[in-house]
């Protein structure tokens, strides 16, 4: 992923950037298993709950200036599943 200086990103939007980062890191086998339920960063993570972050994690990182293409496939190809949750794509 390439990153590019955008100016309209705020500190606070950082920060929640790298927070996501790494609770996606921590909830990333609820990709393979969905029945299964996460413990971290003091809360019980459920597959909806990865999907929402998924969303929010890739609006951050193209607000950021990275390449969510692989994202948006992922999300045109399951949207189904993310609309059965609740989950809309707010990005470009």
Do not use: C
Not at 37 to 46: E, F, L, S, T
Request: hydrophobic residues 40%; glycine residues 6%; without cysteine.
């Amino acid at each position: 992923m390439s990153q590019h200086t955008t100016p309209n990103v705020t500190e606070q939007q950082t920060q929640e950037l790298r927070y996501l980062h790494k609770v996606m890191q921590a909830i990333q086998i609820l990709g393979e298993q969905q029945s299964l339920n996460v413990v971290a960063y003091g809360k019980i993570w459920r597959y909806g709950d990865l999907l929402k972050t998924a969303v929010r994690y890739a609006e951050l990182a193209e607000l950021h200036g990275y390449d969510t293409s692989a994202f948006k496939h992922w999300f045109q190809k399951d949207m189904a599943v993310f609309a059965q949750y609740g989950v809309a794509l707010r990005v470009s």
